[in-house]
């Protein structure tokens, strides 16, 4: 029997974004004022995911739907910890984690969703994309001279329909997925400015550190505005019924790992996934099994 909640889940709508096109970026929290104390949030998110783990079960004995969780965000915003967090003494068996970085001289030979779609998850799992094909609307927006390396016709290059065409590839793409048993869930990880500011500050002043930060990261938080231009343009194009959005304050860790689990958890009720229920004859097979083995 499933463990009722400790407190309730939050909203799941709280931060789904607007599926109309409206959706402003200077309207996107990055902290809230009101939220469970850290310690709250440490003990809830460690019963939410008991609660996830039992759904998980369920959803991988059940063996026919799964559950994708997109992960975008600045530097510094919290992805790998997030992702860590919410996976945190679940079954690895029924996870799926892929990060993706710079396309190979492979992926470049191929669209720009073929590096992700050979990486969804199998049925009865849980995948987890930490960043995604929307790098092909949101860095390649911000850095066009990177489309010189994607071998793309000169017609499709230059075309002034170009990002429009590739969000509507995406939606396309996430309505296939839905409707073929995969639950989309996106979460853009919305740190502010001077947060991500303080966390570079903690990259480079603690030795241990050292090795999350790349100079690279400061050359582009010069492109703060353009990026946040760039998100805003891509959440409005992409942010579906079938495949919405959700904008996390991000500033707060413990917070934000607590709403992304209780936003997956949430999904996973929704599809209310059981285990399989046998027939009369293997019924009927069980006992004589049991029979044998008593």
Same mark, same amino acid.
Request: glycine share 2%; aromatic share 10%.
């Given at each position: 029997m499933l463990t009722p909640p400790l407190w309730p889940l939050v909203p799941e709508h709280r931060y789904r974004t607007d599926t109309n096109g409206a959706f402003s970026i200077d309207d996107a929290l990055t902290s809230v004022a009101t939220r469970p104390s850290k310690g709250d949030c440490k003990r809830e998110l460690k019963a939410t995911l008991k609660r996830v783990d039992q759904w998980q079960r369920r959803l991988y004995a059940e063996d026919q739907r799964a559950l994708l969780c997109v992960f975008q965000a600045m530097d510094a915003a919290g992805k790998d910890s997030t992702i860590r967090a919410v996976t945190k003494g679940l079954n690895p068996a029924g996870f799926q984690v892929a990060s993706f970085k710079a396309p190979?001289?492979?992926?470049?030979?191929?669209d720009f969703l073929w590096r992700t779609s050979h990486k969804l998850p199998e049925r009865g799992r849980i995948g987890i994309f930490n960043r995604s094909y929307y790098e092909e609307a949101l860095v390649i927006k911000v850095h066009p001279?990177?489309?010189? #390396?994607? +071998?793309?016709p000169a017609e499709i290059q230059n075309s002034n329909t170009l990002w429009d065409d590739r969000y509507e590839s995406i939606n396309y793409h996430e309505k296939h997925l839905v409707n073929?048993?995969?639950?989309?869930?996106?979460f853009w990880l919305n740190v502010s400015k001077e947060e991500q500011g303080r966390r570079f500050l903690d990259?480079?002043?603690?030795?241990?550190? #050292?090795? +999350?930060?790349s100079i690279n990261d400061i050359k582009e938080r010069g492109h703060w505005d353009e990026?946040?231009?760039?998100y805003q343009a891509c959440i409005r194009a992409t942010s579906t019924p079938w495949a919405p959005w959700y904008a996390i304050p991000a500033d707060d860790k413990p917070y934000m790992r607590l709403v992304v689990a209780s936003i997956i958890e949430q999904a996973l009720i929704n599809l209310n996934p059981d285990f399989p229920r046998v027939s009369e004859q293997q019924r009927e097979q069980l006992l004589a099994a049991r029979a044998q083995l008593v």
């Open positions: 190979s001289a492979m992926e470049l030979d191929h001279q990177y489309l010189a #390396h994607q +071998k793309l073929n048993g995969i639950t989309v869930l996106k990259r480079i002043d603690k030795p241990e550190k #050292h090795w +999350k930060f990026y946040m231009q760039a």
